[in-house]
């Protein structure tokens, strides 16, 4: 697939998420000039997980964490990656909490509100329809309310898509190999 670095950005709203995601990953990576090859859907597509980052009740970190786990179990090293370099370069986290989050998933987790975030997630990202209303509760009682819930599940499935993607067509790796490494372990 053609990877499609415009030698000048011209459209506001495509700059405007260039300069969001080099702010996160230090680069604009390849994954988003993969998906300049549909230059209509772009800003919409970006634009939306730029809304479901920014609007709900899940914390940047949070989220991150999220799109760190549902990107290992859907086995794309790429967005793990991606995720991770957000959390430790966009966010300061420190790389060994990361690479241990990666290595051991929830069972990693201390925070109670993260980790009841991480198991529904997965759950939603591998049985959607295998939800509880139990589950749900889970949810209210980490203080979630149907804004954040709904948030949620639109996360693991805009992470879903992205993994999609980048599976699909191989998206060229340009992150840390340490990354790709500690994704693709089982």
């Not at 940047?60 to 793990?80: A, F, P, R, W």
């Not at 993607?165 to 190999?177: G, Q, V």
Request: charged share 20%; proline share 4%.
């Amino acid at each position: 697939m053609k990877i499609a670095k415009p030698n000048a950005v011209t459209d506001p709203a495509v700059a405007g998420i260039f300069e969001w995601v080099t702010q996160m990953e230090g680069a604009v990576p390849n994954h988003f000039f993969v998906e300049m090859n549909f230059p209509e859907f772009f800003p919409a597509k970006l634009g939306a997980t730029k809304v479901l980052w920014e609007s709900g009740e899940l914390s940047m970190e949070e989220i991150q964490h999220v799109g760190i786990l549902v990107s290992k179990d859907n086995g794309c090293s790429y967005c793990t990656a991606a995720f991770c370099t957000i959390l430790t370069h966009g966010l300061g986290t420190q790389e060994e909490d990361v690479k241990t989050l990666v290595e051991q998933g929830v069972s990693s987790v201390e925070n109670p509100r993260l980790a009841t975030l991480l198991k529904f997630a997965l759950q939603v990202n591998r049985s959607p329809a295998t939800t509880t209303d139990a589950d749900v509760n889970a949810l209210r009682e980490a203080g979630l309310t149907d804004k954040g819930i709904v948030q949620l599940i639109h996360l693991v499935s805009d992470f879903g898509s992205y993994n999609r993607l980048n599976l699909a067509l191989d998206t060229d790796y340009d992150y840390r190999d340490m990354w790709r490494a500690l994704a693709s372990q089982v």
